[in-house]
């Protein structure tokens, strides 16, 4: 096989044998049954990378069933010096899938580790296993008969543990600014176990209920980190409202933009708008309905402007989609609605649709964005990625924060329309409005696996993105495997102090440098040299 000159392979320095013994002996513990040789066909390798490439190759994955597993599987690898890369459903596509940065080492995932151990209903809380997939999450809510609901993202197939861990979004008022998790249980490097927050005391009541502890906060380093193993997550669970109303807004032009967001903040500041609102464009909503060859025949070049507005209206939305929903009393929800209503009213050309729905109907409701945004999974959204190239159609993701202004937001929207189209790429966008003050700008560049020309050339064009965004100040807040040190090189302020310091507690807490090594730009002593 072959890769890439651009693409970073970064090769396990242990021997073969090494590791064949480590899974033998890993096998002995967890299970023949439960060790995969390679990539396992294919299933735990980046599903948009081509399959001439041989870049991100795990030589073997484990699935344990518990904490103590994980011990052992841990201390087996810095016993025989193999790196790991722990993951949940291993499922993160767009931005890696299964795949590990390192190649050669072992890939730990959760898929059996996907028990829901507990339900509080009267304080909202859970306490999951990493591999616990939001389905499984709800069915067990449901089954429970507990009168809460859990916020889920767009595709519902991953675990609530993979995608925290790795700054996924959800949309409930708990995804806001990622408070759905409270409370960790880790695997350190040398096998130990570790609990965050309050669960530092023994048979502390408070342990996924109470965010802070006595002394510095850790738990935020286990999210994008490589400093431990999580195997125990407590998640916060929304009581479920008397209604949810559905909110859907579309403006026609992109100027249109700067008047959507700046009224969108002024009600998410006073309030009456909670959760987390998002701002779709039309090229990305039409990717969730139909290939790309069913809005525009010829396959070279970008959709038109004209033909961008043919779609919308063929649809039924403008040229930028707000979505969000209000959560309360009947009384309550009718009174943020007419404000809400009021404020967008007076953008030009605006269209407002809305509908309110109680708990019986949430689980049928036809639109899977509605259905989102009460808390239910779904899969609805996941041919989007066959944009081009249909059931091998692949994308990655383009991601820059940026502050919850009109003119900011639009003069982002803009640059990335001009870049994109330079580089002969639709311009898909999701503007998720992750707090009051900020937004997540979710830009997917899609193409066929099958041509491999095609697919360097979008590899090509996120590269170039990363580093132009950051010379003008946008830096991303998660990345694929391909560019994580890329992106982590734009955060240079005080000559990178934040990644100096940062890897100084790597160095300290996994001296092996074993755990997930290079994730999200922060490598061991040792691999630095290859950063």
């Avoid at 081509?50 to 841990?74: L, M, N, R, Y």
């Avoid at 609102?277 to 070049?301: D, F, H, K, Q």
């Avoid at 955060?491 to 996994?510: L, M, P, S, T």
Wanted: charged share 20%.
């Amino acid at each position: 096989m072959t890769t890439p000159d651009f693409l970073p392979v970064v090769t396990a320095s242990v021997p073969a044998e090494n590791v064949q013994t480590a899974l033998r002996e890993i096998a002995e513990i967890i299970g023949a049954d439960r060790v995969i040789a390679g990539d396992g066909s294919g299933e735990f390798r980046d599903p948009y990378q081509p399959g001439s490439w041989d870049a991100f190759a795990t030589t073997g994955v484990v699935q344990p069933d518990s904490a103590e597993h994980v011990q052992q599987i841990v201390r087996i690898a810095c016993r025989h010096g193999i790196p790991i890369w722990a993951q949940g459903q291993g499922r993160n596509n767009g931005y890696g899938g299964a795949a590990p940065l390192v190649s050669g080492g072992i890939t730990i995932n959760f898929r059996r580790m996907n028990r829901v151990l507990s339900i509080d209903p009267q304080l909202g809380v859970a306490l999951v296993e990493p591999g616990a997939s939001f389905q499984d999450i709800y069915d067990a809510i449901e089954a429970a008969g507990a009168d809460l609901m859990v916020a889920v993202p767009d595709i519902g197939w991953g675990s609530m543990g993979g995608n925290q861990q790795d700054n996924g979004l959800t949309y409930l008022p708990y995804g806001k600014d990622w408070r759905n998790i409270c409370g960790l249980e880790v695997v350190t490097a040398d096998g130990e176990l570790l609990r965050t927050g309050m669960g530092a005391m023994e048979n502390n009541k408070s342990w996924n209920l109470y965010k802070r502890n006595l002394g510095p906060s850790i738990e935020t380093l286990f999210f994008q980190g490589n400093f431990g193993v999580v195997t125990k997550l407590g998640i916060w669970l929304m009581p479920k409202p008397e209604v949810i109303t559905h909110v859907h807004i579309d403006v026609e032009r992109d100027e249109d933009l700067i008047p959507l967001v700046d009224t969108l903040r002024r009600l998410r500041l006073d309030g009456t708008i909670d959760g987390v609102p998002c701002i779709l464009n039309t090229l990305l909503i039409a990717s969730t309905i139909a290939p790309r060859v069913n809005w525009y025949e010829p396959e070279e070049g970008i959709i038109p402007d004209e033909v961008i507005d043919e779609i919308a209206a063929k649809i039924g939305i403008g040229r930028w989609h707000l979505r969000f929903a209000l959560y309360g009393d009947r009384v309550v929800n009718e009174h943020n609605l007419q404000k809400s209503i009021t404020a967008f009213e007076a953008i030009p050309g605006a269209t407002i649709r809305h509908t309110t729905t109680g708990p019986g109907e949430w689980g049928s409701l036809p639109d899977p964005s509605d259905r989102v945004y009460a808390g239910v999974p779904n899969l609805d959204w996941n041919t989007m990625a066959g944009w081009r190239g249909g059931d091998n159609g692949g994308h990655m993701s383009f991601a820059p924060v940026v502050p919850l202004t009109g003119q900011e937001v639009y003069g982002l929207q803009m640059w990335l329309k001009a870049e994109f189209e330079r580089n002969g790429i639709d311009h898909t966008s999701d503007i998720i409005v992750v707090n009051e003050r900020s937004a997540c700008s979710v830009a997917g560049i899609t193409f066929n696996i099958d041509d491999a020309e095609a697919t360097e050339d979008a590899y090509r064009a996120i590269r170039e993105l990363v580093t132009a965004a950051g010379r003008i100040g946008f830096g991303e807040y998660r990345a694929h495997l391909q560019f994580m040190d890329l992106a982590q090189e734009q955060y240079g302020w005080g000559d990178h102090a934040y990644r100096r310091f940062v890897e100084k507690i790597k160095d300290a807490v996994d001296p092996q440098g074993l755990l997930s090594p290079g994730r999200h730009g922060i490598w061991p002593a040792a691999l630095r040299p290859q950063r």
